[in-house]
């Protein structure tokens, strides 16, 4: 174990987040990459020369962890990336599903980490856009991170060459089919980096306001009014994705009516905003349902990606329950901690538990997505995947861990 004093590296841990999420495409993987990174940078920090800055050593040591955890037999995707769209059915209950491992999921804007530059700010947020997101991961692994590097965080291509013990000529190659494919995949990227156009912000919390109170009071008329004719609308885990107003105003008429009743929360994912929505489970109790993502466009909702579960509400940090009419986080504070007004309410377990089963149709304790239509809850997404982290050196990995972790920058 190496006795070198501490670098000054946890500063650096929200970038290196935001750089392991576009690499993954999900939180918690990437939370678990950048921890690994901090245990390699301590347990070897009398490797650390100087040579280059801490912050390049840093990035060489991660992107070695995400090399070595990407063994994922498929790319993670959202519902748009895999088939046409589709159209309500007759029997919700037959929506087919896919495990939660198979989807993007979103980032809480809490860790895009712009230094208080506007320029940075407005890069970070198109960098973790959901469709950009979603179309890394069409990338082999060496071009996704150069690409990451390279238009993203702007490092050189000597410094990505050095980084990756690649050639120059071998990066600039890597990086321009890069390019292609992810322009190929998301248009959209490349007709806002060439309009040069800014978000409005609060033209953004106005039309957010308008949806969230149109959706509380679920007035699906008025919902409607706010959204692009060609809207898209999907529901990770389920395959099903509708294009337009007219099909998305059907889910609404039809099975969406479960969601009457709700309260929400707003906060902001993945560079934009983002709704949080509570089903009621019993008078004066909401619990989470779904996070919705909200992406905008000239004063409209192009689309609206809902990501199911309470444990995404958990990634965000927003309260497990509510117990009033809370709104809105508030402004004053961390805008992921939980509201003043909202109570977290603790019965005693086995009596919770029988009461929202009985309610709800839902286990509290079956932490899967829940199902819009609990009577065929068999067809619910697998739970999430046992965390990466194992104890290094361990006899799952033959020993193998061990030896990567003499050299984390290998």
Not at 76 to 90: I, S, W
Not at 225 to 251: C, H, K, N, Q
Not at 338 to 367: C, L, N, W
Request: with cysteine; net charge neutral.
């Amino acid at each position: 174990m190496s006795l070198a004093p501490p670098l000054p590296a946890e500063s650096y841990r929200p970038e290196l987040l935001g750089y392991c999420y576009r690499y993954f495409g999900c939180y918690s993987e990437a939370e678990d990459a950048v921890q690994e990174t901090m245990i390699r940078a301590w347990q070897h920090a009398e490797q650390f020369k100087g040579r280059s800055s801490l912050r390049t050593w840093l990035y060489r040591v991660a992107t070695n962890v995400c090399l070595d955890m990407k063994k994922a037999p498929q790319r993670r995707a959202l519902p748009v990336d895999l088939q046409a769209p589709g159209v309500v059915p007759e029997d919700p209950a037959t929506l087919a599903t896919r495990p939660r491992e198979a989807w993007v999921g979103p980032l809480a804007d809490a860790w895009l980490d712009d230094g208080g530059d506007p320029g940075h700010a407005t890069v970070d947020r198109e960098s973790v856009r959901l469709a950009f997101v979603a179309a890394l991961q069409l990338l082999p692994p060496r071009q996704r991170v150069v690409l990451i590097l390279r238009d993203v965080l702007s490092f050189s291509a000597v410094e990505c060459a050095d980084l990756l013990d690649m050639s120059v000529a071998a990066v600039t190659s890597a990086l321009a089919r890069a390019r292609r494919t992810v322009a190929d995949h998301d248009p959209a990227r490349e007709a806002t980096a060439s309009s040069g156009s800014a978000r409005d912000d609060t033209a953004e919390r106005e039309l957010l306001q308008r949806y969230v109170s149109a959706f509380e009071a679920y007035d699906v008329s008025a919902l409607v009014r706010l959204l692009a004719e060609d809207a898209l609308f999907s529901m990770p885990p389920y395959e099903l994705w509708l294009r337009g107003t007219v099909d998305i105003a059907a889910w609404w008429n039809g099975p969406g009516q479960v969601c009457r009743h709700s309260r929400t929360l707003t906060t902001r994912a993945n560079g934009g905003p983002a709704m949080a929505v509570y089903h009621r489970v019993s008078p004066g109790r909401w619990e989470p349902f779904a996070l919705q993502v909200v992406a905008m466009r000239e004063g409209r909702i192009t689309e609206l990606t809902h990501f199911m579960g309470p444990e995404v509400f958990a990634e965000f940090g927003l309260p497990d329950v509510l117990v009033d009419s809370t709104r809105e986080l508030p402004a004053s504070t961390d805008q992921f901690a939980p509201s003043a007004s909202s109570t977290r309410v603790t019965p005693p377990e086995e009596d919770r538990r029988k009461t929202d089963e009985r309610q709800t149709g839902h286990d509290p304790h079956d932490h899967r997505p829940p199902l819009l239509f609990p009577q065929r809850r068999r067809r619910v997404a697998e739970p999430l995947p046992v965390r990466l982290l194992r104890r290094r050196g361990g006899p799952e990995d033959g020993g193998d861990a061990r030896r990567r972790h003499q050299h984390p920058d290998r």
